[in-house]
């Protein structure tokens, strides 16, 4: 046989070997729930949420999620459901103490915000020295971002990045003003947008993921503590498992390399991990997905869930 052919042949059993051990590998996600305990007044009351949304974790087999938790919410009903969701095996992470956004505070104000959290927080069960920036805004200026990343060493934190984004509190509060205006709701039709949505998203910044990473990295996927959630929790587990994604616990995400990953950009507003490593490999479009559009979610809840088809 010619050099040339085998050559020729070898880098093709190289390329089919990469090819099957990297679509053989199973997806991975871990599931975070920001802003617990979240305002619960509308379709299900604060301690409803909580019972349906443990149920639905443990019903799907769910590993280990994280709640990051808002101080100031964290009394009388909302602690309770906060520590219902620590017995039940869960994590309370930190998620400031009015949910304050750094693009209109000082680094002193948020550092001053963030430490009245932590009495209220740290005090529960299952608490973890982990931080999620609200709004995932991490500091607009040079000055407040490495301030906040130098504080939160000095302190023992993680930065809880998350790697997949979407507008699920979007489609919540559709949800919720639908109720409020009891309009007819076709719930099997919310559970498939839901479900749709969010899965547009994660396999969005997956494959972003793929390209500038080179790699699909342990996925840490921000979700919101919520009544679509718990409602539908489950059924995007599912989905994910039959499209060969596996849910990992969120201490398994966060040991990925990525986590250590520090992005030179100052950004305003924060795509996300993968976002950030893609910037920084030169993309400058697209660091958003179209899923979350407000007027692309709101335009599908109102004729697939409402059935305002406007013709
Ligand atoms: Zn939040």
Excluded at 72 to 100: C, F, M, P, V
Excluded at 125 to 150: A, I, V
Excluded at 261 to 276: A, D, L, M, S
């Amino acid at each position: 046989m010619h050099t040339n052919t085998i050559f020729v042949l070898q880098a093709l059993t190289l390329t089919a070997a990469c090819f099957f051990s990297s679509s053989m590998m199973a997806k991975s996600l871990a599931i975070t729930l920001d802003d617990s305990p979240r305002s619960a007044t509308g379709y299900f009351d604060g301690p409803t949420r909580a019972k349906e949304l443990i149920a639905e974790i443990e019903r799907h087999k769910l590993p280990q999620i994280a709640f990051f938790s808002v101080g100031n919410k964290a009394d009388g009903e909302g602690k309770k459901r906060l520590i219902q969701y620590a017995n039940a095996g869960h994590i309370i992470a930190h998620h400031s103490n009015t949910h304050l956004d750094f693009n209109k505070h000082s680094l002193s104000e948020y550092i001053a915000d963030f430490e009245q959290a932590e009495p209220q927080l740290n005090t529960l069960p299952n608490y973890q020295r982990w931080h999620r920036f609200p709004y995932l805004r991490e500091g607009d200026t040079q000055e407040k971002r490495d301030g906040m990343r130098r504080y939160l060493k000095e302190k023992g934190y993680l930065n809880a990045y998350i790697t997949l984004n979407n507008y699920d509190w979007y489609l919540e509060s559709l949800f919720q003003k639908a109720i409020a205006q009891q309009q007819k709701v076709d719930f099997e039709a919310l559970q498939k947008l839901y479900v749709e949505l969010i899965i547009e998203s994660i396999e969005y910044y997956d494959q972003m993921a793929v390209e500038y990473l080179g790699r699909s990295p342990k996925h840490v996927l921000l979700l919101h503590e919520m009544d679509i959630t718990a409602l539908y929790l489950g059924d995007l587990v599912e989905a994910l498992r039959e499209k060969g994604w596996k849910t990992i616990p969120v201490k398994e995400a966060f040991h990925d390399d990525i986590a250590d990953y520090q992005t030179k950009k100052v950004f305003k507003f924060n795509p996300g991990r993968i976002g950030e490593i893609a910037y920084d490999n030169g993309k400058r479009k697209g660091l958003w997905h179209h899923s979350l559009d407000e007027t692309y979610i709101k335009r599908r809840f109102e004729t697939e869930v409402l059935g305002n088809l406007k013709h």
